[in-house]
């Protein structure tokens, strides 16, 4: 159950787009159509905006894209607003009812 | 409103138990797998544990594997979580989190506002 692996940080300016990269191993992201992503702001609790790799929750604009090759899952956040500045975490099935998630990465908006 | 409110969190010498309880509304409770999720202050997600809709399938992290039992109750809409053992590093704040309909690996969409655990001396 090692944890997914995020960038630390990432960061652009309003109306660019940002990638986050989320990499596992063929045990989890490579393995299962169960990637999914979060946005968590200061003091809230986490809120989903992409599960199944790359679908969309009701609610969550198609600002926010999901795609995985091979083990390693993205999030393209385009279109850059500033409540887009937040945590952004990574997290997939890995088998025997468990589950993983990601380092996290924080989204700057400059 | 689909809803969910943990309880239970509170301040417990290390060795000693804590049960987390999380209350489901708006929603059918025993269609739906359940999980714990923790998170230190300032820190990332850590997923902790699940149960399938039916109470039949159990995963638990590896940090907490032999000491935490996660439960449901369907006729009550509730989830709980047994804590003992605890240690200083499972000090964290504890979210209950809805899963998916009959679906071991689904996402979590709905999630509760935590409770906090703190194990100190």
Redesign the interface.
């Given at each position: 159950?090692s944890?997914l692996t995020q960038p630390p940080s990432a960061s652009g300016s309003p109306g660019q787009s940002v990638t986050i990269s989320c990499t596992g191993t063929s045990s989890d992201v490579g393995g299962?159509k169960?990637v999914?992503w979060?946005q968590?702001h200061p003091g809230k609790?986490?809120?989903?905006m992409i599960?199944?790799v790359s679908k969309w929750?009701s609610g969550v604009p198609d600002r926010f894209s999901g795609s995985k090759s091979g083990n390693t899952a993205s999030l393209t956040v385009s279109g850059l607003q500033a409540e887009d500045e937040a945590d952004y975490?990574c997290?997939s099935?890995a088998g025997?009812?468990?589950?993983?998630?990601?380092?996290?990465t924080k989204v700057t908006v400059l | 409103e689909v809803q969910l409110v943990e309880s239970g969190g509170g301040l417990v010498q290390p060795g000693r138990s804590l049960r987390l309880s999380c209350e489901a509304s708006g929603f059918i409770f025993d269609d739906y797998a359940m999980h714990w999720v923790r998170q230190v202050p300032g820190k990332g997600l850590e997923w902790v544990s699940h149960i399938s809709w039916n109470g039949g399938g159990i995963g638990y992290a590896d940090s907490v594997k032999g000491r935490f039992t996660i439960s449901r109750d369907n006729a009550k809409n509730s989830l709980s979580l047994q804590m003992n053992s605890l240690r200083v590093e499972d000090t964290a704040l504890y979210y209950c989190a809805k899963g998916g309909r009959k679906c071991t690996g689904c996402a979590f969409d709905i999630w509760g506002q935590g409770t906090m655990v703190t194990v100190s001396s």
């Open positions: 159950q944890a299962y169960y999914s979060y968590q609790a986490p809120k989903l599960y199944e929750p975490y997290s099935y025997s009812n468990s589950v993983v998630f990601g380092g996290g | -």
